[in-house]
């Protein structure tokens, strides 16, 4: 079983910057694809960005490329989001999840957050 904690949400004016952080427990975390998905009042679900265990390989949606960036710390077991130049439309919930084979597609991964909730207005 895997257990995800997501941190560092909050309210930013736009075009600040904000990092999420997801801490895993588990002994799975190194062979994990990892992936921070969010959601909007009255809107689905949506992948924001992607990082593979094999290569470190990363996706973004277009959405917002060049804006965000996703890492991963293995000693630390955590994956990280980088949000820079907010927007008030990336207002949303930000849930952070994991499993073994992921990519961009919400039904491929099993283990999620909690979320965490990120607020961009001024």
């Known amino acids: 079983q895997v257990q995800l904690v997501e941190s560092g949400g909050g309210l930013v004016q736009p075009g600040g910057s904000l990092r999420l952080s997801c801490t895993a427990s588990g002994r799975s975390f190194s062979s994990y694809d990892w992936a921070w998905f969010r959601q909007a009042p009255g809107k689905e679900r949506e992948f924001v960005a992607a990082?593979?265990?094999?290569?470190?390989?990363?996706y973004a949606a277009d959405s917002v490329k060049g804006r965000f960036t996703i890492s991963r710390d293995n000693a630390k077991s955590t994956v990280s989001l980088q949000m820079n130049s907010l927007k008030p439309e990336d207002t949303a919930v930000y849930y952070c999840?994991?499993?073994?084979?992921?990519?961009?597609?919400?039904?491929?991964?099993?283990?999620w957050g909690q979320g965490t909730q990120v607020t961009v207005s001024s």
């Open positions: 999840a994991g499993d073994s084979i992921g990519g961009t597609a919400r039904r491929m991964y099993r283990y």
């Open positions: 990082i593979s265990w094999r290569g470190g390989s990363t």
